[in-house]
């Protein structure tokens, strides 16, 4: 009898694993379901959603509730464009450094007068990271800063929400900070990367995702920087979009996203091509509904939407 629930709990065992490697095995493709028009005068292309209010915050300033695709609400153009939002906290800050509230767009503290290349926000820390020429460390609930350190000209940041911020130079060189300490863990350089730009962590993988100008993305190991593999994609993004319960990523590249999915085996491919005329290099993913959003600039300057690419 023992040995027969051994072979049983083998057997169910077997048919498990077979089930996860078959699900995320599933590939999943994206169209175009709809377009949200947006009267705005511009601003930079970097998108942030809001996970608990449903909230996509970007182009021009405007928030998009998710749930019913309207415009709710407006942030003043002078606090800068681009936001790491801190949703445990309730506040969100600004590539400016400025302070405002997630839940009804209040702005509770200026900010400097020019834009960072990236914002951060670290939730082992709760710490935000604003990226000038000197990466500078604030606590988001006053807005004041807790520490800097000089890293020179920097092109784009992301985080772990594990102590860790990944700050790519102009130099092309990788660095890692260790967010608490405020100094720099490790510098690398990613071979065969030309131009590292937009950046994703996968940090349940211990995976950071780096798009290339030479059409690559770069998939390294968060820990050491070995390059683990180079996926071909259709351009250079400056948002990359991850999907962690569908082991998609997305790679914006103008005209055409490229959708690469990790397999059960942890190898990597070109799942599909889909068509994004006239969307800019940037990507944000609703985990909950698995939606993709880009931004999508016509003839004149204001004729600006959103995309909404669905899932299924």
């Known amino acids: ?22 699900a995320q095995d599933i590939t999943h493709q994206y169209y175009l379901s709809k377009k949200i028009h947006i009267d705005s005068s511009g601003g930079a292309a970097y998108l942030a959603i809001d996970d608990g209010h449903h909230r996509l915050y970007g182009e021009g300033g405007k928030v998009i509730d998710l749930l019913t695709d309207s415009i709710v609400g407006t942030l003043p153009s002078n606090i800068g464009h681009g936001y790491a939002l801190a949703e445990k906290l309730g506040v969100g800050v600004t590539r400016r450094a400025a302070v405002f509230n997630l839940t009804n767009f209040q702005v509770l503290s200026g900010g400097s007068g020019r834009s960072a290349s990236a914002v951060v926000y670290d939730a082992k820390t709760e710490r935000a990271f604003v990226t000038f020429d000197t990466v500078v460390a604030m606590d988001p609930k006053t807005g004041l800063s807790t520490g800097h350190i000089a ?15 990944f700050v790519v130079l102009n130099t092309d060189t990788l660095l ?97 091509l889909v068509a994004t005329i006239g969307a800019l290099h940037s990507v944000a ?7 993709a959003y880009l931004i999508e600039r016509r003839d004149s300057h204001r004729d600006i939407a959103m995309m909404v690419l669905t899932g299924q």
């Open 1 to 22: 009898m023992k040995g027969e629930r051994l072979v049983v709990r083998a057997i169910a065992a077997a048919l498990v694993i077979t089930v996860r490697a078959t």
């Open 176 to 272: 890692v900070l260790d967010a608490r300490r405020m100094t720099v863990r490790s510098r690398w350089l990613i071979e065969g990367c030309v131009s590292p730009y937009g950046m994703a962590v996968d940090p349940g993988q211990s995976r950071l995702l780096v798009s290339c100008a030479n059409h690559e993305l770069a998939i390294l190991d968060s820990r050491n920087g070995q390059i683990i593999t180079m996926v071909p994609t259709s351009g250079q993004a400056i948002q990359v979009g991850l999907d962690l319960a569908w082991h998609n990523v997305l790679v914006p590249g103008g005209d055409t996203l490229t959708v690469i999915h990790e397999r059960a085996d942890g190898t990597y491919g070109v799942a599909a």
């Open 285 to 291: 993913i609703d985990a909950r509904t698995h939606r």
């Open 151 to 165: 890293l020179g000209k920097s092109r784009s940041a992301v985080g772990d929400d594990r102590g860790h911020v």
